[in-house]
């Protein structure tokens, strides 16, 4: 979240199951609409209890023309895990865009985050389920953003924005870990009297998060280091 453009979109163009070939753009706006009912299915039902039909219905697309997509419900999964996590991290990368400091970066990206977290709460039941249902799925997923999020801590602790004792690797994890259960706690947990979720973080939240974050990654002064 140091460097927004080190959040970049790795997945190749969409293809057709059936022909190999890239799809037209009336072929990837019919990909996206089962993608979107995909995300509503798996989100209300579980991975499970979920079906091809349901989702198609949910598509209002015909049944046979799934398989023109997709080669079965756990090819759906894998796709819609990827696309959740292309979304996302676009919604990090622009939200950080135009920052002119590591800490409005950071704040900046988990902004993004938690607003595509509290537009799109399946991501969370779907990433908890891949772990069961392609694992492999979910380490890309996970590796995807903390490859972008490690790499823009490198950059920063070059021109001295963060503390260049600290292990980057370990700090992107630990860092992206923080922002996943803070928007659960927050965001996915959270009701008002009406039961109802919230429509964005609280931005006292945000604030915490900010104030943790800059006490965790800034540099220390030499009088500190002695310490």
Do not use: C
Not at 51 to 73: H, N, P
Not at 167 to 192: K, S, Y
């Amino acid at each position: 979240m140091s460097i927004p453009g080190e959040l970049i979109d790795e997945e190749a163009a969409p293809v057709s199951t059936a022909t190999g070939r890239p799809l037209t753009k009336r072929g990837e706006a019919t990909r996206h609409r089962l993608l979107e009912a995909a995300e509503a299915v798996f989100a209300e039902q579980g991975y499970h209890e979920a079906s091809i039909v349901k989702i198609t219905e949910r598509a209002g697309i015909g049944l046979g023309t799934f398989y023109l997509y997709f080669d079965s419900k756990q090819t759906i999964f894998e796709a819609l895990v990827l696309d959740l996590n292309r979304r996302v991290r676009h919604s990090m990368s622009e939200a950080m865009t135009g920052a002119s400091s590591r800490i409005e970066a950071e704040r900046a990206g988990f902004a993004g985050f938690f607003r595509f977290t509290a537009e799109h709460p399946a991501l969370y039941r779907v990433v908890r389920e891949a772990e069961f249902v392609s694992p492999e799925t979910l380490r890309l997923h996970y590796s995807r953003i903390v490859d972008g999020y490690e790499a823009g801590l490198r950059a920063a602790q070059q021109v001295g924005d963060v503390d260049p004792r600290l292990d980057p690797t370990v700090a992107a994890w630990a860092l992206m870990g923080m922002g996943e259960l803070i928007g659960m706690r927050f965001l996915l947990w959270e009701r008002d009297a009406d039961g109802r979720p919230p429509a964005q973080i609280d931005p006292a939240v945000t604030d915490a998060m900010a104030r943790f974050i800059d006490n965790a990654l800034a540099p220390r002064g030499a009088q500190e280091e002695e310490k």
